[in-house]
C-alpha cells in the first residue's frame, strides 16, 4: 500500500499549484518570486490553515534561547516572535524568561485571532508600535519572507540598542528546501552575508548559539545586535 503523503508535503503541493512562483537562485540561497503580492499572501494563509494543527519548534528549543537572553540581560520587558502559527513560541519564550516580559507573536493569517498574545501582521512590514522597543526578535520562519532584506530590516527596527535578533537555522531552512510556500532558503553562511548587507554598520553578528546536537530539533542560531 502506498503512503499517503503528509500534511507539510500536502500543503507544499497546493501551494505550488496555486503560486506560478517563479524559483530564482543566488549565491548560497533560493528565493521564490511570486506573480504578486496577493497570490503570496493566499498561499501564506491556505499553508497556515492547512498547518494550523502542527507544531515546528520545540519548547526545550525556546527554552535554550530564553536561558541564552537571561544570562544577557540584567532585565527584559518586551519581545517579539515572527510567523509564530499557534503561539506557542511567545507562550514559551513568557514561561521561560525572567522577569515575565511582554512576548507577542506574529501571524498574516487570520487565524491569529484564535491563539493569545498573536496579532494579525505581514512581518514584512514595519510597526511604528514596536519600533526601538524590543530586547529581542525570534523566528524559525524566516524562510516564509519573499523579501528577507525588507523583512530583516523591519524586524532590527523594532530592537533596541543592544537588541538581539534570534534566527533558526535548519536543515529545513537550507536552499534545498526552498518551495512555493517556504520561498526562501539560505545556507548559514549567506544568512549571514545577508543580514550584513542590509543592516550594514547599524548592527554585528553576535555570535552562533550552536544546537545542531539537540534531541528533536537540531538548530544553529543566528544571534545579531542592534547596535545604532
Not at 37 to 60: C, D, H, P
Not at 101 to 108: F, K, L, Q, R, S
Request: charged letters at 30%.
Amino acid at each position: 500500500m502506498d503512503k499517503k503523503p503528509g500534511i507539510f508535503k500536502l500543503a507544499i503541493k497546493a501551494a505550488e499549484e496555486q503560486s506560478n512562483a517563479k524559483r530564482v537562485e543566488g549565491d548560497g540561497f533560493v528565493v521564490h518570486e511570486f506573480p504578486d503580492y496577493e497570490t503570496y499572501r493566499n498561499v501564506q494563509i491556505a499553508g497556515n490553515k492547512a498547518k494550523l494543527k502542527k507544531q515546528f519548534v520545540k519548547e526545550s528549543h525556546v527554552e535554550a534561547l530564553a536561558d541564552y537572553l537571561n544570562g544577557t540581560f540584567d532585565q527584559m520587558s518586551f519581545g517579539l516572535c515572527h510567523g509564530t502559527r499557534r503561539g506557542s513560541e511567545q507562550a514559551w519564550f513568557r514561561k521561560h524568561l525572567n522577569g515575565s516580559p511582554d512576548v507577542i507573536g506574529t501571524e498574516i493569517s487570520d487565524t491569529a485571532d484564535q491563539f493569545p498574545d498573536t496579532v494579525r501582521w505581514d512581518f514584512h512590514d514595519e510597526n511604528p508600535d514596536w519600533d526601538a522597543r524590543a530586547d529581542f526578535v525570534y523566528s524559525n520562519s524566516w524562510d516564509h519572507a519573499i523579501e528577507p532584506a525588507r523583512a530583516f530590516s523591519a524586524w532590527h527596527k523594532s530592537l533596541k540598542i543592544g537588541g538581539l535578533m534570534l534566527l533558526d537555522h535548519t536543515r529545513g531552512h537550507s536552499p534545498d528546501s526552498a518551495n512555493a510556500l517556504d520561498p526562501f532558503g539560505a545556507t548559514l553562511p549567506a544568512l549571514c552575508d545577508l543580514l550584513k548587507e542590509t543592516l550594514g554598520d547599524a548592527g554585528e553578528l553576535a555570535g552562533i548559539i550552536d544546537r545542531s546536537d539537540a534531541k528533536g530539533y537540531k538548530a544553529r542560531v543566528v544571534a545579531w545586535r542592534r547596535i545604532r
